[in-house]
């Protein structure tokens, strides 16, 4: 048995997967783990992670290097994704993580990030055809799946956390929520490969669209499931106006995972504009993404060469 640590250092959150590898590709976890950093709080036009969001961060890190040496970990694997790999300073921060925490980053472009996110949905739910949308905080990775075999993909800068600072600076007024509805419907209609998916179920990724499962099955009296969670696209627009009559304050009681009460509405906006542009009738949630898919990797790296690689 093997023990390897996955880490996610996302623009609104670092998620840690403590996982020990058995042969034959078995595995189990030994904990799973988030932090809410915003680590792209303020970055804006200037492209510079701050200094605050980076210390947070770094915090955060901190704490994860102790619990994998509690563990004995002997492999750890740690991806930035776009708040690291579109600013200025990136290299900087990764270069302070690894003083700090002894933990090595490596940025990861759009594309190989969509392609562990479809990893992790193949992995983890039995569909044919779908459009994956992945929206993080400063990303939306978009997929394309034709009887399990990628499309096209393509990452787009509409992330939850880029979206909401650049839209509702001044507040979540009507104006402001139709604008970015717009400019997402505007920058999806661009998108090519979506031509070959009309129809196609949206498996959706991230914590906004989760958002909108945890919203629905509230208002519906639903039991909530969250993998495999299915539901109307146009629930997903009545789950974003329910978010926006309810004051800040009071969103975690529809269900939203505290950190995600201000952003959680523009995140779920480019899955919306992407089911409405295929004119797909629903939205299955995929709690599988780019950690699941790193491990699914690594463990066939490790079964057709009998041991961990890097990768």
Same mark, same amino acid.
């Given at each position: 048995m093997e023990k390897i640590a996955i880490l996610d250092i996302g623009s609104n959150s670092v998620?840690?997967?403590?996982?020990?590898?058995?042969p034959e590709g078995k595995f189990h976890y030994l904990g799973r783990f988030r932090k809410l950093?915003?680590?792209?709080?303020?970055?804006?036009?200037g492209e510079e992670l701050k200094p605050v969001p980076m210390c947070r961060t770094i915090d955060a890190l901190k704490g994860f290097a102790e619990k994998i040496k509690? @563990?004995?970990?002997?492999a750890v694997y740690a991806f930035a994704t776009a708040a690291v790999r579109k600013a200025k300073n990136g290299e900087v921060f990764c270069k302070l993580a690894a003083e700090k925490?002894?933990?090595?980053?490596?940025?990861?472009?759009?594309?190989?990030?969509?392609?562990?996110?479809?990893?992790?949905?193949?992995?983890?739910?039995?569909? @044919?055809?779908?459009?994956?949308?992945d929206t993080g905080g400063g990303s939306t990775e978009i997929i394309g799946v034709q009887k399990r075999q990628q499309i096209g993909k393509?990452?787009?800068?509409?992330?939850?956390?880029?979206?909401t600072e650049h839209f509702f600076g001044d507040g979540e007024t009507p104006e402001a929520f139709q604008n970015v509805k717009l400019y997402c419907e505007t920058e999806i209609r661009k998108i090519e490969f979506l031509q070959k998916c009309g129809g196609f179920p949206l498996v959706g990724l991230g914590g906004s669209l989760a958002a909108a499962a945890l919203v629905d099955a509230a208002v519906s009296g639903r039991g909530v499931q969250l993998h495999g969670y299915t539901m109307p696209i146009e629930s997903v627009s009545d789950a974003a106006?329910?978010?926006?009559?309810?004051?800040?304050? @009071?969103?975690?009681?529809?269900?939203?995972?505290?950190?995600?009460?201000?952003?959680?509405?523009?995140?779920?906006l480019p899955g919306l504009a992407v089911g409405r542009q295929i004119i797909s009738d629903k939205l299955v949630i995929c709690t599988g993404?780019?950690? @699941?898919?790193?491990?699914?990797?690594?463990?066939?790296?490790?079964?057709?060469?009998?041991?961990?690689?890097?990768i």
């Open positions: 998620r840690m997967d403590l996982i020990a590898t058995m950093v915003k680590l792209s709080e303020g970055m804006g036009n509690e @563990e004995k970990i002997t925490t002894g933990i090595r980053i490596r940025v990861i472009s759009g594309e190989q990030e969509a392609q562990y996110d479809l990893m992790g949905v193949l992995g983890t739910l039995p569909v @044919e055809n779908c459009v994956v949308v393509i990452s787009l800068p509409l992330g939850a956390v880029s979206l106006e329910k978010i926006l009559q309810t004051p800040i304050k @009071e969103r975690l009681h529809l269900g939203i995972e505290q950190g995600r009460e201000g952003t959680a509405v523009c995140g779920m993404g780019l950690r @699941e898919g790193v491990l699914f990797s690594i463990l066939d790296r490790k079964e057709k060469n009998g041991k961990l690689e890097k």
